[in-house]
């Protein structure tokens, strides 16, 4: 058993896992989360989040006694904020549900994206009568640059207490990728930002105890800024993809067997073009990049754009597919039937994970419920299922369906036998917008 009493607030992706990682390495951790329906289900012992291995450690974590959810912050020796920093996607009609534009992004002109930083004031204003001196604060959300000096710590200093002196303050941001959060949470390096050097040494501390990977020391801003310029050169590379897909589709020559063969240098390495970049992660931070500097993070913005339009490119495909499907059906003596049956495989935003966040896919699907002439269908092994969306079991979608587009190449949809869908069917029956069926 270790001395130091931690409380993590909030317990969505990151903080869940990392709550019960410092649980099994012996902290008492307090996890504190709004959402009174997870707290009864981690009570039980039981992860309201799909991820591998988390609902072994998260029960081994409550069961040993050494891992306690409430509702409510209590004092302790550390504070970990792991809350949720969405973009504040101000819109002319004032409401964002996903991709805005059709040919490029509106964003620059008539609406902008920022940081909605509302959950990690709310998270810093909740410590603020708890803490005392020594205690360490650890802010582990995604925040545009000088976050923390700027008002996390004005918020803290509400407390009396001297920063730096009484109270250390540190940005750990999280790198995890879902879908292998626990493994990535002990191997990967991380970067600690302090306001001075003793915050770096006791975050440091704290993450040493289960991290193998490196640890790297830096100042706050520097910290803040690495893990936004991380998914920033994520994003660019997909757009890089996502425009060689473009590119390849005017010539009429596939893209995926251009960007394989190029990756065969070695110095290549293109990633993948798709529907659309979701998560809560790559589709929003890159705009917070561009918020601390606008004028220089052109090349970012261009990125976002190109990432954000691309469901619109989707969709018109799928359009075209389906108006095509209708006209086949006509001289074969189906008149009478007007809509067309369209099968969305995945509506999650990547590959076998049940997060619909910014989800590409979903967009997609939602875009086509609202078509009189198209009769919807989805399948998706994983996603949370909702009475409004009209989900099918896959077999049942596949013999229905006169258009398939695959959005999600989660592992169940390479399972199927496309070679003899195909040969049935025709190639024009499926979009393959992840390059999966080969
Ligand atoms: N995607 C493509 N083509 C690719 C790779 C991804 O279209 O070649 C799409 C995915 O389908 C998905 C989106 O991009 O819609 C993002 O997926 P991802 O797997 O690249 O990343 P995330 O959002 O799941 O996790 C990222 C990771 N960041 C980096 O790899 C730099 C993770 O390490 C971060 O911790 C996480 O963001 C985060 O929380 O910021």
Sequence with gaps: MRDERICVLGLGYI?????????????????????????????????????????????????????????????????????????????????????????????????????????????????????????????????????????????????????????????????????????????????????????CRRAENIYASFTRGEIYLTDCATAETIKLVENAFRDVNIAFANEIEAICEHIGINAWEVIRLANRHPRVKILQPGPGVGGHCIAVDPWFLAQAAPAQARLVKTARTINDSKPWRVIAKITKSLAAARRRRVPLGAAGKKKSALLCLGITYKANVDDIRESPGLFIARHFLKRKNVELMIADPHAPKSDDLPFVDLEQGLKKADVIALLVNHREFLQVNWKKIISEKGHDFILDFKGALK
């Design 15 to 199: 903080g869940l896992p990392t709550a019960s990682i410092l649980a099994t390495h012996g902290f008492k951790v307090f996890g504190v989360d709004k959402r009174k329906e997870i707290l009864e289900s981690l009570r039980c012992g039981k992860a309201h989040i799909k991820e591998p291995g988390l609902n072994t450690i998260v029960k081994a974590a409550v069961q040993s006694g050494r891992l306690v959810v409430n509702e409510k912050v209590c004092r302790a020796d550390v504070f970990i904020i792991c809350v949720p920093t969405p973009h504040n996607h101000v819109s002319p009609a004032g409401q964002f549900t996903g991709p805005l534009s059709r040919e490029g992004s509106p964003f620059n002109r008539r609406g902008k994206k920022t940081a909605d930083l509302s959950f990690v004031q709310q998270a810093a204003e909740s410590i603020v009568s708890y803490l005392r001196p020594g205690n360490l604060v650890i802010i582990e959300s995604t925040v545009p640059p000088k976050t923390v000096e700027n008002i996390v710590m004005p918020i803290l200093a509400k407390s009396k207490l001297r920063i730096p002196g009484d109270i250390s303050i540190a940005h750990c941001p999280e790198r995890v990728l879902p879908g292998n959060i626990l493994h990535e949470l002990v191997s990967n390096d991380r970067i600690i930002g302090g306001i001075d050097i003793e915050s």
